[in-house]
């Protein structure tokens, strides 16, 4: 029996298309090893929306390419995958198969192939209409939280953006489907699933058939409606695309308590003018409208996003406007990045005219704002008591005394197992317990907050 290590960078798509592909792997009589050393073959899903993650790649090869012992078959699947496709084999010479991004159900027989004829062997073909889009419970991230993907692709061609072109064309999966899916898992003990898609609230199915008994202003909010009637108890989705969010998933959320308090809607830029040159789709002010609609839930929808700086022709001024604009949203978290040209895309074509040392500085200055609001809205849980879904066992179970002097760091003694887990809101806890509580939602005070996490006791 072969051994496949598998290594997955980048976003949940990866992760669930890793855990589809460990799935399929064993069914087919191949054993899945954590041991790399041990692998007949190494396998790795990659990411190419950061530069950085395609130069992981070419690194790991070498290091997986030049053990002392036998050398193993190595394989690339993912967005480097699709988008290098054969050229990868004389970019990165170790390298013996390439998957593409929608040929990962023939993965074995790729494999298979490389053991037979010992030579190169790529795949970039499109998915099969029957593929198997669910997962074997030893195969996922998490006996407790699910990725379930609902679209894949993307139609939007953001100018800086790669997916288009790795991903292909936005297509949804069928809501009969997903609900059939969620059930399952429901009833195999995951309590928490994520829907997910490079832009899940454009979700538009062939067909309704799964959501006719649910009303919604679009198939995305009825979907949401549909999921959460299944009663598996916590449902969240991302990412969502701010021109396709509307009002009413707002409102879904509102209605079904086990819809999650927490919204990660992507803003990149503050400027209309670089918003339009991002090709986004929507102002400023269409977006700020969205806002102002989570920010009145009833719920205390929790709210993250990504954004841009530095991009091309982006001015200090333009760039003050997304520090305005961060500044009116109170993010709870937000993720950051410095803009780097991505090749094949629009963006890459322009003049990238912002020195590097500006968008650090400006990198810099934004991060100051985030962090000041991430800081205010993790503060403002402590002595709440919160329901935790207890997701891993945390191994810092010592933390400092922060009282002490300098010099002095006396450790705070624990009696129990500490544990990891998430809020609905999207927070991260740690807390001690006595009892076994791992895949458990148990309440917790909390009582300390940190720079990205909380610390709580349980109730």
């Known amino acids: 029996m072969k051994k496949v ?36 073959v190494v ?38 995958a699709q988008l290098e496709g054969e050229t990868l084999f004389a970019k990165s010479p170790g390298v013996d198969f390439v998957i593409g991004t929608q040929a990962v159900g023939r993965v074995g027989k790729v494999i298979e192939n490389v053991f037979e004829t010992r030579g190169n062997f790529y795949d970039l073909g499109v998915r099969e209409e029957n593929y198997d889009w669910t997962t074997a419970p030893a195969q996922r991230h998490s006996p407790y939280v699910a990725f379930v993907p609902i679209i894949e692709g993307c139609n939007k061609f953001c100018t800086y953006c790669i997916v288009p072109f790795s991903r292909g064309r936005e297509k949804s999966l069928p809501a009969a489907q997903i609900v059939r899916q969620v059930s399952v898992l429901r009833d195999q003990g995951v309590k928490e699933i994520h829907l997910i898609g490079q832009n899940v609230n454009s979700y538009r199915p062939k067909s309704d058939v799964g959501l006719e008994n649910f009303r919604g202003a679009t198939p995305f909010s009825k979907l949401l409606r549909a999921v959460a009637a299944t009663g598996i108890e916590r449902i969240k989705f991302t990412t969502s695309f701010p021109r396709d969010f509307h009002p009413d998933i707002v409102d879904a959320i509102n209605e079904n308590e086990n819809l999650c308090n927490w919204v990660h809607l992507p803003f990149q830029s503050g400027s209309d003018r670089v918003l339009k040159a991002m090709r986004r789709g929507h102002t400023i002010e269409s977006y700020l409208q969205k806002i102002d609609k989570i920010k009145v839930s009833p719920r205390k929808i929790a ?51 912002v020195e590097a040392l500006e968008k650090t500085d400006r990198f810099l200055r934004l991060e100051k704002v985030l ?19 207890a997701e891993k066992k945390s191994f810092k179970k010592d933390r400092k005394d922060k009282s002490a002097h300098i010099g002095q760091l006396p450790t705070i003694q624990t009696n129990g197992d500490n544990f990891s887990g998430h809020t609905t809101c999207h927070k991260v ?24 996490t909380l610390y709580g006791e349980i109730c």
Do not use: W
Request: proline share 4%; glycine share 6%.
């Open 5 to 40: 290590y598998l290594e997955t960078f980048g976003c949940q798509m990866n992760v669930s298309d890793s855990e589809r592909v460990a799935t399929r792997l064993a069914a087919e009589g191949f054993e899945m090893t954590a041991n790399e050393s041990a692998a007949d």
């Open 43 to 80: 396998l790795f899903n990659t990411c190419s929306v950061r530069e950085k993650a395609e130069h992981k790649l070419y690194t790991r090869v070498g290091q997986v390419r030049n053990p002392d012992g036998t050398k193993p078959i190595v394989g690339v699947m993912g967005c480097v």
């Open 303 to 353: 709210l993250s996003t990504d954004i841009i700086v530095g991009f091309p022709t982006e001015t200090e001024e333009e760039f003050l406007e997304t520090l305005k604009t961060a500044q009116y949203c109170e993010f709870d978290s937000a993720y950051a990045f410095k803009y780097s040209p991505r090749p094949g895309t629009p963006a890459a074509e322009m003049a990238d005219d």
């Open 371 to 389: 962090r000041q609001s991430q800081t205010k809205a993790l503060q403002s849980c402590v002595n709440k008591i919160y329901e935790v879904l």
């Open 429 to 452: 806890v740690n807390f001690e317990s006595s009892n076994d509580v791992l895949g458990k939602i148990v309440k917790v005070k909390i009582t300390e907050s940190k720079t990205n």
